[in-house]
């Protein structure tokens, strides 16, 4: 990859670590509890819904006044999966997050081919660009920062600085294909009823995180099964092959020159082990992961979470920490 970058410490509100291929784990501010009784809130917002070249309606909820910054929710999660920290983020950004189609209150196509993750970026740009938004900070969590890395890729000139989540430079590091393609056929023929009682069988993300969050919040689970029944069988089986047979792009992420922040839990492999692999390989990015986290972290260490994305964020919008 060329010559060694020399380390650079970066210190954004209460939390620091290092750059450039090195890492200092996260570590709870001093002073902060865990929000153990927080659930999705209802936050201010204007309802700005997007209609797509191919018709399908978005939803679109926009806070805030300022520089913009685009949310991206993850497979069968939804725009709320963001809302505790939308109030903190929209005091210094224009934020706004959006239901990918197929997902929340977004329209639901019937047909596969209205499904795929080049679709689900220029879902993004079409977004960006109904709001007027020019050039924006992105962040995109696992599957939506799949369609947000193919956005930086495609339009680096789009993207003013990036935040990575969870996520993964092709298809995610140790998933079966046979696993996937029977998931598939599962949710087309069965349904989604009975998928998800495979999912919580084989349990692919369950971490201690993961199960503490549960106790903590009893109503946890009950919105993550509302958002996953949201999602049809058509756009499950198509998004989930997406997602299993995408080419890997780690290689071309050596080309991306927008400052970037990985952020992923410490207990959320296979992700774990791909965002070290894009932290890499991004020039100058910055790398957090999150103690006490898996595939969520924005629920189980919000305020670890929030201290990094709102100190990056804020040092993009040329916001004094």
């Avoid at 570590?27 to 999705?40: E, K, L, N, S, V």
């Avoid at 056929?185 to 084989?202: C, N």
């Avoid at 050596?254 to 952020?263: H, Y």
Wanted: charged share 25%; net charge negative.
């Amino acid at each position: 990859m060329g010559a060694r970058r020399s380390r650079r410490r970066k210190r954004h509100g209460s939390l620091d670590y290092e750059a450039s291929g090195g890492l200092r784990q996260a570590t709870r501010p001093r002073g902060c509890r865990r929000c153990a009784d927080r659930t999705p809130s209802t936050v201010a917002a204007v309802r700005n819904d997007v209609t797509t070249d191919d018709g399908v309606r978005l939803a679109v909820e926009v806070h805030g006044e300022g520089p913009p910054l685009l949310i991206v929710h993850g497979f069968t999660g939804a725009k709320e999966d963001f809302a505790d920290h939308v109030s903190a983020l929209a005091r210094f950004a224009t934020v706004a997050r959006f239901d990918h189609r197929g997902h929340g209150e977004s329209d639901k196509p019937d047909h596969a081919d209205a499904y795929s993750l080049d679709r689900l970026a220029a879902d993004v740009l079409q977004v960006a660009d109904a709001l007027g938004f020019s050039r924006f900070r992105l962040l995109g969590w696992s599957m939506g920062g799949m369609a947000a890395r193919q956005v930086v890729l495609a339009h680096p000139d789009r993207v003013d600085a990036l935040v990575l989540m969870g996520t993964s430079p092709g298809c995610p590091s140790g998933v079966d294909p046979d696993m996937v393609e029977m998931g598939a056929a599962v949710a087309l023929t069965e349904g989604m009823v009975v998928v998800r009682q495979l999912l919580d069988e084989l349990d692919p993300l369950g971490t201690p995180a993961d199960q503490r969050l549960k106790k903590e919040r009893p109503g946890h689970l009950e919105y993550q099964r509302k958002n996953f029944f949201a999602v049809p069988p058509v756009a499950y089986a198509a998004l989930i092959q997406e997602i299993a047979h995408q080419p890997n792009q780690l290689s071309e992420l050596g080309s991306v020159t927008c400052p970037t922040l990985v952020i992923v839990g410490e207990q959320d492999e296979p992700f774990l082990t791909d965002c070290h692999a894009i932290a890499s390989t991004i020039p100058d990015a910055e790398l957090v992961v999150v103690p006490d986290a898996g595939h969520a972290p924005q629920f189980e260490n919000p305020d670890v979470y929030l201290s990094a994305v709102q100190g990056f964020i804020r040092a993009h919008v040329g916001v004094e920490a």
